[in-house]
């Protein structure tokens, strides 16, 4: 789904949901959550280790590379009406996978 906005020449430019897309340059410290947000993360918070298991990968190295795709998700399905259309976990799936790709593309630009 897609949403079209005119600008002030009158063009119109379609605005696609922003959790389908990764934001590239995304700083790590972002706006806390509200207190709302707190409470659905942490009553969701097994499906970060949950994509962890299922992706064989160890807990204590990688927890800290996907939790902040999570908190994203969490963010993005909160203010984006269009996001919640789909499955909480399918949003927080796709944003700690953006997460995971970039610490390997992070990790083996090291070591050229």
Known sequence: MTHEQRDTFGLIHRRYPSFLFKEE??????????KEQQTFATA???????????NRLPEDE???????????????????????????????NRRMKFCLFDYFRTQERRKR
């Open 44 to 54: 969701h918070h097994s499906l970060v280790y949950k994509f962890l298991n299922e």
């Open 62 to 92: 990688f927890y800290d590379v996907v939790i902040f795709g999570y908190l994203k998700a969490v963010r993005d399905y909160f203010s984006d009406l269009t996001a919640q259309q789909f499955t909480f976990s399918t949003i927080a």
């Open 25 to 34: 340059n995304t700083m790590l410290c972002e706006v806390p959550l509200t």
